[in-house]
């Protein structure tokens, strides 16, 4: 049933007039570009196609294993939990909630449904799409409240599993009310290396500014802090950032309102890493000009604060330092070759190991990072990013057995799954079998 409700939702949401519909229902609600926006509706498209047919069966695979005599067989399968739980943030109204959504559905069990309410009208309407494509209305719960109801909710309902979706307060809170019974996508300090293969700057410099800067910086996967390689230094690459974070206006979102950090909060996290010695504004620092914002929201040019690397293992600095700013606000700081060590050493240190990226064709220096570290969702290579959550590769943290991930098989499986086994043993006896002595 479920195969034939993403074909056909699958179909509806590829329309060109409900894709747009949908992309600016998002921009209503969560500021981004006109392209931002559409491409979380096509990202959302595109997973419905990859669950049409057959390949909701296919995630319930099971297996078999012979055992030790005639009648005897082990077979492990897929289960679902039950009654679950799904709460998701407000930067991705549609692309979250609807992929752990149908995750959820695909596995058999009953969610309960629970979007930040400053965009929830976008998933509304994308349950009176799947009902229309045959979802039964029985199938979900879809609530609408704060998150103090919520979270009284949670506790007397008692889900067997929760997913949630958001900042990292929340998420321990969480942990801690519903007894470890959660799987968790929190906060994302992410960093990007640069390794010493200066290449490709014009487009490396474009993938910074997207990282760090596009949805303003509103992404968990957002660059939060840039390792360059002193061979950089000479490429003109900061300036280039620079340029290109200055076309970036407020007329087309592709700078825009943040929601959950005040502009005077920004600044005054600017003015603290600026009394760390050798720390200065590459770029930014100055509030948006020329707008109607509410001050509850923040409003800042794009920006970027260098801090020297030794500066940032200290251990007065490194928790300010990494501190994540939901908003268009990254670190940028430099190593030299025999300053790897203090670069490997911080990123270990980071708490929320969700998305990285690796810029270097250098072979051996890609293998010592990658095998240093532990970023759920690594990119590796010359072209490698650190934002991107598209339908076709796992998108999640590790290092945290509560971890969660989204929209592959593995992921579902993972996160809306248990393992179950039932060993199957219908005999016969053996033909001489006698009571054995006691054990």
């Known amino acids: 049933m479920y195969g034939d409700i993403s074909t056909k939702a699958a179909h509806m949401l590829g329309q060109p007039e409900v894709l747009d519909f949908f992309a600016k229902l998002v921009q209503r609600v969560s500021p981004k570009s006109y392209q931002q926006a559409l491409l979380e509706v096509q990202v959302s498209q595109k997973f419905l196609e990859n669950f049409c047919g057959d390949q909701v069966r296919f995630l319930a695979r099971s297996f078999a294993v012979p055992g030790n005599h005639v009648g005897q067989m082990s077979n492990g399968y897929r289960w679902p939990f039950g009654p679950v739980a799904i709460i998701t943030p407000f930067n991705f109204p549609l ?18 449904l629970k979007v930040d309410s400053k965009v929830s009208i976008v998933m509304e309407q994308m349950i009176r799409l799947l009902h229309e494509c045959g979802l039964p209305a029985e199938d979900v719960d879809f609530i609408n409240s704060d998150g103090i109801t919520m979270n009284k909710l949670l506790l007397e309902a008692n889900p067997k599993m929760t997913l949630f979706t958001g900042s990292s307060r929340v998420a321990e809170k969480l942990a801690a009310d519903l ?3 959660i799987k968790l996508e929190d906060a994302g300090f992410d960093w990007k290396i640069l390794g010493p293969d200066v290449q490709e700057v014009d487009y490396i410099s474009w993938v910074c500014d997207q990282d760090a800067y596009a949805c303003s910086g509103q992404k968990c996967s957002a660059q939060s802090m840039l390792f360059m390689h002193k061979n950089w230094s000479s490429s003109g690459l900061l300036e280039k950032m620079k340029k290109l974070s200055e076309r970036r206006k407020l007329e087309d979102l592709t700078i825009g309102p943040v929601l959950t950090v005040t502009t005077a909060t ?4 600017m003015n603290n890493l600026l009394k760390i010695p050798g720390s200065k504004v590459l770029f930014g620092g100055e509030p948006l000009g020329n707008h109607s914002i509410p001050e509850i929201y923040g409003a800042i040019k794009p920006t970027a604060v260098f801090v020297p690397l030794v500066e940032i293992l200290k251990s007065d600095n490194f928790e300010l330092v990494t501190k994540e700013i939901f908003g268009p606000f990254q670190v940028v700081t430099e190593y030299s070759e025999d300053q790897l060590e203090l670069v490997l050493e911080a990123c270990e240190r980071m708490n929320a190991h969700l998305t990285a990226a690796v810029v270097s064709n250098d072979k051996l220096f890609l293998q010592e990072v990658l095998g240093r570290s532990v970023n759920g969702t690594t990119y590796a290579g010359i072209r490698a990013r650190t934002t991107g959550a598209p339908q076709n590769h796992w998108f999640g943290p590790a290092g945290d057995p509560r971890g969660a991930g989204i929209g592959t098989p593995e992921a579902i499986k993972l996160v809306w799954s248990c393992h179950r086994e039932i060993i199957y043993d219908i005999g016969p006896l053996p033909k001489k079998w006698a009571l054995p002595a006691a054990t």
């Open 95 to 112: 692309e979250i909630p609807l992929l752990q959504l149908m995750g959820a559905l695909y596995m058999g069990n009953k969610p309960v």
């Open 179 to 181: 007894q470890g019974r």
């Open 266 to 269: 920004m600044i005054e996290h």
